[in-house]
C-alpha cells in the first residue's frame, strides 16, 4: 500500500509530504496505481519549479522507489507563494481523489497543524 502523510498549516500552507511503500496492483512496472502517484508527485516537484520557480528540499529513493520527502521550510524563499498553494492544493486534490478511489492501494493522510 502507499501511504501518503501530507503536513500542512491551518492557513493551508504546505509543511511536509512524506510518500511511502508500493500500491502492489499489478505486477512490478506494471503497477497503475504506483504511475499514477508517481506520475503525481513527479509533476507536482516539475511544476514547482518550472511554473513558480520554486524549488523544495526533496528526496526521492532511486533505487529502490517507494519513497518521496517534499520539505517546504524554504518556502519563505520564493515570492511565488500563491501559485506554490495553487499546486500544492492540485496536488492534494489529486492524492485524495486517487485514495478515495481506490482505498486498498492508495492512503493519503493530510494533517493540519
Known sequence: MIKATISKLSNGQPV?????????????GHDVMCAAVS?????????????????????????????????FSN???????E??????????LGMTTISEDSPEYVKTRVMTN
Open 39 to 71: 506520475t503525481l508527485s513527479i509533476n507536482f516537484i516539475n511544476s514547482l519549479e518550472q511554473l513558480a520557480a520554486y524549488v523544495p528540499d526533496y528526496r526521492i529513493n532511486d533505487v529502490t522507489g517507494g519513497e518521496m520527502i517534499i520539505d
Open 16 to 28: 511536509h509530504i512524506k510518500i511511502t511503500g508500493h500500491a502492489g496492483s499489478g505486477e512490478y
Open 75 to 81: 518556502l519563505d524563499t520564493t515570492t511565488n507563494k
Open 83 to 92: 501559485t506554490v498553494q495553487i499546486l500544492f492544493e492540485s496536488f492534494l
